[in-house]
C-alpha cells in the first residue's frame, strides 16, 4: 500500500498546475490581498486629516474648537486644521492638499473632492456636531440656566469618531480576505479528491479501467490515493498558513490548534467534496472539474473573499446559507477563534462542517463501491 | 479452456451489442477476435474483465467463475486497452513499477519485473523520460510494458496497434509472439486483419455481437468459395473477352475496371496458367499479374456481404 501511495503523491506533486493553483497560488492572493487591503483599518496607523476651516462670513467658535478637540481613542488628533479664506481653501482642495473644507457659518457646509474613508470621516462629524448644536440650542431655548447647572456637560464631550472594540481584538475587514482565502485553500483539496476517485472508477477513465483489472480491492486504491491527496493538501495548507502567520503576520486569535483542526476539516470536506463530485454519474471529467470549481469559488464569494459586503449581505438576507457552505463555516469559525473567548460558536461550525464531510464522504462511497459498470 | 464465454447478451437499451456470443480460447494459442469497428470486440473484453455488467450469459476464466472480485483470477491476468492509460507524472520506470506493484508485493520482485518489461519493450534509453515526451509508438510499447510487467498467464490485447508506425506495430506484434512462446495465452482484437492473420493461431469472426465464423485461418479461408483471385493488367480488354473468360473451368467472376481485369476462381490447379494461354493465343498484351489467395476480408465480405472496414 506504501508502493501506490508514493507512486501517487508523486503523480499529485509533479503535476505543475497542481502546485501552482494548490500551493503558489493562494500564496500569491495572499500577497496581492497583504499589498492591495494592507493596513486599510489598522488603529495604530491612523492619520490625522488635513482640513480647511473658512471662517469668513461668521466665525463658528464651537465648530473650530470641536475640530481642534476630536480625536481617535488612542488620541491622536482626527484633524490637521488649516485656517484660511475660501479662495486658498479651494486652492488647496484641487491640489490634494487637503481632503475637504468647511465654511463656518450657522450652517457649516462641506466641501469635498472624493468620496472615500476620509471624507466619511469628515462628514459624520460634521452631522454630529450639527445634531449636537440644534439639541443644544433647543435645551438652552428652554432652559437657559441649563448651561450653569452643568446639564450639557455630557453633550459637549467630544465623540470618538475612530474607535477600538472591547476585549482588545478589532473588527478588522482584512481578515475576512484572509480567512475566506484559507478556506478557499480548503476546499480546493477538492480538486485532489475529484482526481483521485476518477483514476479509480473504470466508466471515467481508462488509467480507472486498468487498475480495476487488477488484483487489488478497489477500497484499498481508493485509500492509498487519498492519503496520498490528504498529504498533498496537508503540504499546500502548511506553506499558506505558515505565510499568513510568520511573514504576513495575520492574527488567528490566541490559540492556534482550533485553527490548524479548522484548517484539517476544511480540507477534509474539500478532499470529500471532490471525491462525491467523482464518484456521482459518468459526466465528462472536464465537466466535473468545472462542477468542482464553480463550488469552490462560488462558496468562497459569499464569504466575502472577492467583495467583502457579500459576508455581510448573506448574514442580513439568506443566514441560512452560512450553514451549508462550508467555507462560511471554515471563516465563521476562525472568526469565533479571533473574537470570541468562548469556543462554542466553533464547536458549532466545525460539528457542522464535520457533518458535511461525512454526507459528502458517504455519497462518494455509494458511488465508488460499484465495480461493475452499465457501460464504460 | 483458459477462457469460456457461453450466450453473453449485452444490451445498450434497445441496442444489442453481444448477441449469445460464444468463444472458447485454449491454452497457450494467440486467439484473435477479429470484427470492425463497433462489432462488439470490446464490449467482449470489457464483459470477460467483469468492467462491463451484461444482461445473460456465463463467463469462466482459468476454470473459474469470473467476477470483479476475483481477485485470484485477475492476478494472472494482464490487460492492455485499445486506449493508453498511463500516469503523466510517472516516468516510464516509474509507470511499469507502478502497474506491476499492484499484481506482485515483494518489492525485489517488482523491481526485477520492471526492469525485465522494459527490456522486452525495449525502452530501456526512454525509462526516465516522461509520457509525453515519448512518441505514439513508444507510448504504445510502454502501455504494453505496463499491462506485461506481471508476467500474466492471460493477456488480454484490445486493439494495440491503433495509429501506431510500422515499425512500431512489427515490434508489438513480434513482442506478442514471444510472449506467446514464453507460455502465455494471448487474446489480441483487431479490425486489421493483416495483424490477426500473421500472428493468431485461432481467430473468431465477430459482427454486430455475434461470431460469425471461427477457426485457423486457413480452416476460415477454406469455408469460402474463392480460392484465388488474379488480377491482370491489360489496356486491351473487352466484353467479349470477359465473356469467355467466364466459361473457364473454376472462374466464377470475372470483372474488367480501371483496365484491370480481375477474375475469382474456385481452388483448382493451374488456373492462371489457363488465362495465360488465353491471353497469348489473343495476342492481347498484358502488364503487372497479381494472384492473391483468399483473405480474411474475403471470408468476412462472403459471409456478410460487407468489407472488414466498412
Known amino acids: 500500500m506504501f508502493q501506490l501511495y508514493k507512486a501517487r503523491l508523486k503523480c499529485l506533486v509533479r503535476s505543475k498546475e497542481n502546485i ?157 480576505y484572509f480567512y475566506s482565502l484559507l478556506a478557499y485553500t480548503c476546499l480546493f483539496a477538492s480538486g485532489w479528491g475529484l482526481d483521485e476517485v476518477i483514476n479509480i472508477q473504470a466508466n471515467q477513465s481508462h488509467r480507472g479501467a486498468r487498475v480495476s483489472v487488477s488484483p487489488v480491492h478497489k477500497m484499498k486504491l481508493f485509500l492509498s490515493n487519498m492519503l496520498a ?30 485553527v490548524i483542526v479548522t484548517c484539517m476539516v476544511g480540507s477534509f470536506t474539500g478532499l470529500a467534496l471532490g471525491a462525491m463530485v467523482g464518484a456521482l454519474g459518468k459526466g465528462k471529467v472536464e465537466s466535473k472539474e468545472a462542477i468542482v470549481t464553480a463550488i469552490v469559488l462560488g462558496s468562497s464569494f459569499l464569504t466575502g473573499m472577492m467583495i467583502v459586503n457579500i459576508k455581510y ?27 470570541y473567548d468562548s469556543l462554542h460558536l466553533f464547536y458549532i461550525n466545525i460539528g457542522i462542517l464535520s457533518g458535511l464531510t461525512v454526507v459528502f464522504g458517504f455519497i462518494a462511497f455509494l458511488g465508488i463501491r460499484r465495480k461493475t459498470y452499465a457501460s464504460i | 479452456m483458459i477462457v469460456k464465454v457461453k450466450g453473453l447478451v449485452k444490451r445498450y437499451d434497445k441496442l ?88 506482485i508485493k515483494d518489492k525485489a520482485k517488482v523491481k526485477e519485473l520492471t526492469e525485465e518489461a522494459i527490456r522486452f519493450v525495449s525502452l530501456e534509453e526512454y525509462r526516465n523520460f516522461y509520457p509525453k515526451k515519448l512518441s505514439g509508438g513508444l507510448l504504445r510499447r ?29 515490434k508489438i506484434l513480434e513482442g506478442i509472439k514471444r510472449l506467446n512462446q514464453e507460455g502465455a495465452t494471448i487474446i489480441y482484437t483487431s479490425h486489421y486483419m493483416e495483424e490477426v492473420e500473421q500472428i493468431c493461431t485461432n481467430i473468431a469472426i465477430i459482427d454486430k455481437g455475434r461470431v460469425i465464423a471461427k477457426g485457423t485461418k486457413d480452416e476460415l479461408k477454406s469455408m469460402i ?40 476462381s474456385n481452388r483448382g490447379k493451374n488456373n492462371l496458367v489457363h488465362i495465360l494461354d488465353y491471353l497469348n493465343k489473343n495476342q492481347i498484351s498484358f502488364g503487372r499479374i497479381v494472384t492473391e489467395l483468399p483473405t480474411l476480408n474475403d471470408v468476412f465480405l462472403e459471409i456478410t456481404g460487407k468489407e472488414l472496414r466498412d
Open chain 2, 16 to 103: 444489442v451489442a453481444l448477441d449469445y456470443l460464444d468463444l472458447e480460447v485454449a491454452e497457450g494459442e494467440i486467439f484473435g477476435l477479429l470484427g470492425p469497428n463497433g462489432s462488439g470486440k470490446t464490449t467482449a473484453i470489457n464483459c470477460i474483465l467483469s468492467l462491463l455488467k451484461y444482461d445473460k450469459g456465463s463467463i469462466e476464466i482459468f476454470g473459474k467463475p469470473m467476477s470483479a472480485d476475483a481477485y485470484d483470477i485477475k492476478k494472472d491476468i494482464g490487460v492492455i486497452m485499445q486506449n493508453v492509460a498511463v500516469f503523466e507524472a510517472l516516468t516510464v520506470y516509474e509507470n511499469v513499477h507502478y502497474f506491476c506493484s499492484l499484481y
Open chain 1, 20 to 176: 501552482f493553483w494548490s500551493y503558489l497560488f493562494p500564496i500569491l492572493l495572499a500577497t496581492c490581498f497583504y499589498f492591495t487591503f494592507g493596513n486599510l483599518w489598522t488603529f495604530e496607523d491612523y492619520e490625522s486629516i488635513s482640513i480647511a476651516y473658512v471662517s469668513e462670513g461668521g466665525q463658528d467658535d464651537a465648530l473650530k474648537m470641536a475640530m481642534e478637540e476630536a480625536h481617535t481613542d488612542n488620541g491622536t488628533p482626527l484633524f490637521v486644521v488649516n485656517y484660511t479664506s475660501e479662495k486658498e481653501a479651494s486652492k488647496l482642495l484641487e491640489d490634494n492638499e487637503i481632503e475637504a473644507y468647511i465654511l463656518g457659518d450657522s450652517d457649516p457646509k462641506l466641501y469635498i473632492k472624493n468620496n472615500g474613508l476620509n471624507e466619511t470621516i469628515i462628514k459624520s462629524f460634521l452631522d454630529s456636531y450639527r445634531r449636537t448644536s440644534i439639541t443644544v440650542q433647543t435645551i438652552l431655548n428652554n432652559n437657559p440656566k441649563a448651561l450653569e447647572e452643568g446639564l450639557l456637560d455630557d453633550l459637549m464631550e467630544a465623540e470618538t469618531f475612530v474607535y477600538e472594540v472591547d476585549n482588545g481584538k478589532r473588527p478588522d475587514v482584512m481578515l475576512i
Open chain 1, 229 to 258: 491527496a490528504i498529504t498533498a493538501q496537508a503540504g499546500g495548507i502548511t506553506l499558506l498558513f505558515i505565510y499568513l502567520y510568520n511573514i504576513l503576520k495575520i492574527d488567528f486569535g490566541d490559540s492556534l490548534f482550533p
Open chain 2, 142 to 170: 510502454l502501455n504494453i510494458a505496463c499491462g506485461i510487467a506481471h508476467k500474466p498467464k492471460l493477456i488480454i490485447l484490445d486493439e494495440p496497434t491503433v495509429a501506431v508506425d510500422p515499425q512500431s506495430r512489427n
Open chain 2, 225 to 264: 468459395s474463392i480460392g484465388e483471385k488474379i488480377t491482370i493488367e491489360t489496356y486491351q480488354g473487352n466484353e467479349n473477352m470477359v465473356n469467355e473468360l467466364k466459361a473457364f473451368p473454376n472462374v466464377f467472376s470475372v470483372e474488367l475496371r480501371d483496365n484491370r481485369l480481375e477474375i475469382k
Open chain 1, 313 to 339: 449581505i448573506i448574514c442580513k438576507f439568506a443566514p441560512f446559507l452560512n450553514y451549508i457552505n462550508p467555507a462560511a463555516l471554515i471563516t465563521d469559525a476562525l472568526y469565533s477563534l479571533y473574537y
